[in-house]
């Protein structure tokens, strides 16, 4: 079996037993059917001021009984990675939507897991310049610049989130991503996707810090 698959396996298997544990425990506090969920990553935005990326995510959900989340995510994402190119500039900038669900409950007082699936598609450009150095006829720049890329993944998710009052949970959310279609056959290479990461990267973790209100229907 290969190491990812272990991986998220070994995911399950420890959060599972608590998720199980704690429904009787959030039985009795639901009092709604349905929440409607709006949350900020404010991770992201705690980011902007490195001057290497920004980003902004939002998400959108409703909650079932407690229990059975579903969600959409919107984000947009500004990446210029210095190691991206030796001898040049890269950027990529572009806007990235998740959909999915997690299923779990309450297994300590105010304090909710859940764990679940979500799939992802990033819709981005990328551009840069390559300087080609030569001591005989001086350096050439050569500039470049590609729009219309397209990415998909999955992602494992799982979601621990704090409740501070009956509209307010902080929590934050571990991914797990696994890169589904990209055919990076360019030159040079695209570095860097929008809500994914790094293209040689199949299978990336990623964390992420959320401020979520709950409306209650």
Same mark, same amino acid.
């Given at each position: 079996?290969?190491?990812?698959?272990?991986?998220?396996?070994?995911?399950?298997?420890?959060?599972?037993?608590?998720?199980?544990?704690?429904?009787?425990?959030?039985?009795?506090?639901?009092?709604?059917?349905?929440?409607?969920?709006?949350?900020?990553? /404010?991770?992201?935005? =705690?980011?902007?001021?490195?001057? +290497?990326?920004? $980003?902004?995510?939002?998400? !959108? @959900?409703?909650?079932?009984?407690?229990?059975?989340?579903?969600?959409?995510?919107?984000?947009?994402?500004?990446?210029?990675?210095?190691?991206?190119?030796?001898?040049?500039?890269?950027?990529?900038?572009?806007?990235? /939507?998740?959909?999915? =669900?997690?299923?779990?409950?309450? +297994?300590?007082? $105010?304090?909710?897991?859940? !764990? @679940?699936?979500?799939?992802?598609?990033?819709?981005?450009?990328?551009?840069?310049?390559?300087?080609?150095?030569?001591?005989?006829?001086?350096?050439?720049?050569?500039?470049?610049?590609?729009?219309?890329?397209?990415?998909?993944?999955?992602?494992?998710?799982?979601?621990?989130?704090?409740?501070?009052?009956?509209?307010?949970? !902080? @929590?934050?959310?571990?991914?797990?991503?696994?890169?589904?279609?990209?055919?990076?056959?360019?030159?040079?290479?695209?570095?860097?996707?929008?809500?994914?990461?790094?293209?040689?990267?199949?299978?990336?973790?990623?964390?992420?810090?959320?401020?979520?209100?709950?409306?209650?229907?």
């Amino acid at each position: 079996m290969k190491r990812p698959l272990k991986y998220i396996f070994s995911i399950f298997l420890t959060v599972l037993p608590l998720i199980v544990s704690g429904q009787s425990l959030d039985s009795a506090s639901v009092t709604s059917k349905f929440n409607f969920d709006i949350a900020l990553d /404010y991770g992201k935005i =705690l980011t902007i001021p490195s001057g +290497f990326e920004k $980003k902004m995510e939002i998400a !959108l @959900g409703v909650t079932i009984k407690g229990k059975l989340q579903l969600i959409g995510e919107l984000g947009y994402g500004n990446l210029t990675p210095k190691e991206a190119i030796k001898n040049g500039s890269y950027e990529s900038d572009g806007i990235y /939507y998740r959909a999915g =669900l997690a299923y779990g409950g309450e +297994f300590i007082s $105010k304090n909710y897991l859940s !764990l @679940g699936i979500m799939y992802g598609m990033s819709d981005f450009e990328d551009r840069g310049t390559v300087i080609i150095q030569s001591e005989v006829w001086g350096d050439n720049q050569e500039h470049f610049q590609r729009s219309g890329l397209t990415a998909t993944w999955f992602e494992i998710i799982l979601i621990s989130e704090q409740k501070i009052n009956n509209r307010i949970l !902080l @929590g934050s959310k571990f991914r797990f991503r696994k890169l589904r279609s990209f055919e990076n056959d360019y030159e040079p290479e695209v570095y860097s996707i929008p809500g994914y990461g790094q293209t040689f990267i199949k299978s990336i973790p990623a964390f992420n810090l959320f401020i979520k209100y709950r409306l209650k229907l």
